[in-house]
């Protein structure tokens, strides 16, 4: 599977990550040849098997709904960018 | 006295030959003289490690130590550290305090150990070579020209360069095993869910696993028994009794199975590597071990099956980077949209925006049942590759890796070629089984290593064939420097 500049740009945008013009190619080179790898998989009969999420096949356990963490919102905060009143600090979003 | 292991340590600890102050400081000296030029650790804590020996002096004098206490470690940048930076290897946490302590750093702190710093690593351990570090490479002690391996190649450079009594990695396709071989350390990956994720910044969480790394299996069997065990707070730990690892160690090899995979010993396998794998092999036939031939049919699929799922979820675990909560923001962003993008552009280095992107892709509408169910389905056929070899043999061995550390550089900008050295494995991840890397003799002055995998909770075994073997060759016990 090939990628081309459209389809580096595509996948930077959903990522979020901000790419340089003359990045671009070698990124579409890249990505292509790792794509070249996974594609490997792709001539493998895998109809039939299931899928294996957790190698030891366990399921999510449960706990009761109750609060057992304290409020650390200072301490979190502490290594925020941005904040002001307990709030964190974006650009302004609504005009 | 760094020549000493680290149960060799414990013993002068506790009989009082030596002060932990006293190592403290020897480490911290040996750190501060011979670090420069490795670059193995990116943050050193002199003050805290004082702190903590002095703690672990007064604990061994009032007989309250553990086997632990006292002794100097390094903790790959990874593991959360309170007050400590946790920097993951990468720009965007360059700045990041960890505000929490992990379940393994807070493991080790309990036992009494001391930590003398955080290592470097692949940032985000996303690497083999340990050449995506924001702090720079790190260089192999047994030559500084080469890599060290990754992603836990500070700690292994570290250890093997006697600057720390032991340290901890994480391994997600090889990341503890692959740099222990390359510089003649004894380094354990634990069956998945044996040791807590909490606090460790993820990578891969179905794949990711901390474990030790030492210069012996002795040393192993220490590290991993503080390590090990349910943690409530790690949503995939496993709930599975503790047993002691130390107490298998001695017993004899006879009647060991031990399998070779076909499909490890082929095209690709250096020849000094195979030639001293080989000697490793007689020396565990002559200590009683049966060897036969098992198959992995399905071994060649785990590298693309491996970098769907570890990018697939690496893509979702780092989306918690935005500039927003910690970490690092971007300069003046014009608008949200912008702060995200550049925050990111910024502070992520060119691997990690690759396996991203990738994983990006594998998930993306559409894709997903082309991508990750199939590698999903491929782990599976993996697994069952594992259980019908076990059904034969007790441990699997081969090389930890198909060619020797190569020059720093060499492969940086080929990341397939650098992705297909970690086939022998990879295979361990995917599966969740244990595997224990171990120094077999040198190729070209260079140090191989040996893999021995097992079944799942093997790691007594696995120790104790590791121990073994280390009884009748020296190979652990030389130095580079």
């Keep these: ?95 | 006295m760094h020549e000493k292991t680290l149960a060799e340590l414990s013993a002068a600890l506790h009989s009082k030959a030596i002060s932990s102050v006293e190592l403290t400081e020897h480490y911290l000296a040996r750190i501060q003289q011979l670090d420069g030029a490795i670059n193995s650790f990116i943050t050193v804590t002199p003050e805290l490690a004082l702190e903590q020996a002095r703690a672990a002096d007064a604990r061994l004098a009032d007989g309250s130590a553990s086997p632990l206490t006292g002794i100097p470690l390094a903790h790959k940048d990874l593991f959360c550290t309170r007050g400590v930076r946790t920097s993951c290897g990468s720009k965007m946490l360059d700045n990041f305090v960890a505000p929490y302590e992990s379940t393994v750093t807070q493991r080790f702190i309990d036992a009494g150990a001391v930590t003398l710093g955080k290592t470097n690593m692949d940032e985000f351990a996303m690497g083999s070579s340990n050449e995506s570090s924001f702090y720079g490479p790190v260089r192999n002690p047994w030559n500084q020209e080469l890599i060290p391996g990754g992603s836990s190649g500070g700690s292994a450079a570290a250890v093997a360069a006697r600057l720390c009594a032991a340290a901890t990695g994480t391994d997600t396709g090889g990341s503890i095993r692959q740099p222990s071989g390359f510089t003649g350390l004894t380094g354990l990956k634990p069956t998945y869910g044996r040791v807590s994720r909490w606090g460790m910044i993820a990578y891969a969480s179905s794949l990711d696993q901390a474990g030790p790394m030492a210069r012996t299996a002795e040393d192993c069997a220490l590290l991993l028994q503080a390590m090990a065990g349910f943690d409530e707070r790690d949503s995939t730990s496993v709930e599975h009794p503790v047993p002691d690892y130390s107490a298998e160690l001695n017993q004899p090899l006879q009647g060991l199975r031990v399998g070779l995979p076909k499909e490890y010993f082929g095209e690709g396998l250096d020849a000094g590597i195979a030639n001293t794998i080989d000697q490793a092999v007689k020396q565990l036939q002559a200590l009683g071990a049966e060897i036969r031939e098992v198959s992995l049919p399905n071994a060649e699929l785990a590298i693309p099956a491996y970098y769907v799922i570890a990018s697939a979820e690496a893509s979702s675990n780092l989306s918690r980077f935005d500039g927003v909560r910690y970490g690092y923001r971007c300069e003046n962003p014009t608008d949200l949209m912008d702060l995200y993008l550049r925050s990111r552009e910024e502070g992520f280095g060119a691997e990690v925006k690759r396996r991203i992107m990738v994983g990006t892709y594998a998930l993306s509408a559409g894709y997903y049942d082309a991508y990750y169910l199939q590698a999903q389905k491929i782990r599976r056929l993996i697994k069952n590759d594992f259980l019908a070899a076990f059904e034969q043999v007790d441990v699997i061995l081969s090389p930890t890796s198909p060619i020797p550390a190569f020059r720093i550089g060499e492969k940086i900008d080929d990341p397939v070629s650098l992705y297909l050295t970690d086939i022998y494995t990879i295979t361990a991840n995917l599966a969740g089984v244990p595997g224990v890397a171990l120094p077999a003799g040198f190729a070209d002055d260079l140090p191989v290593g040996m893999q021995l995998l097992g079944p799942y909770f093997s790691e007594p075994r696995l120790l104790n064939v590791a121990h073994q073997y280390q009884q009748a060759t020296d190979w652990h016990t030389r130095a580079p420097l």
């Design chain 1, 1 to 95: 599977m090939a990628l081309d500049r459209s389809d580096v740009e595509h996948l930077a945008h959903l990522a979020r990550i901000g790419l340089k013009e003359a990045e671009i190619p070698a990124y579409a080179d890249k990505l292509s040849s790792i794509m070249g790898l996974i594609d490997r998989m792709q001539a493998v009969d895998t109809s039939g098997v299931q899928p294996l999420a957790h190698p030891l096949e366990t399921t999510q356990r449960l706990r009761a709904d109750v609060v057992t963490e304290d409020n650390q919102r200072d301490a979190l905060q502490a290594i925020a960018p941005a904040t002001e009143q307990g709030l964190y600090l974006v650009p302004r979003v609504i005009e």
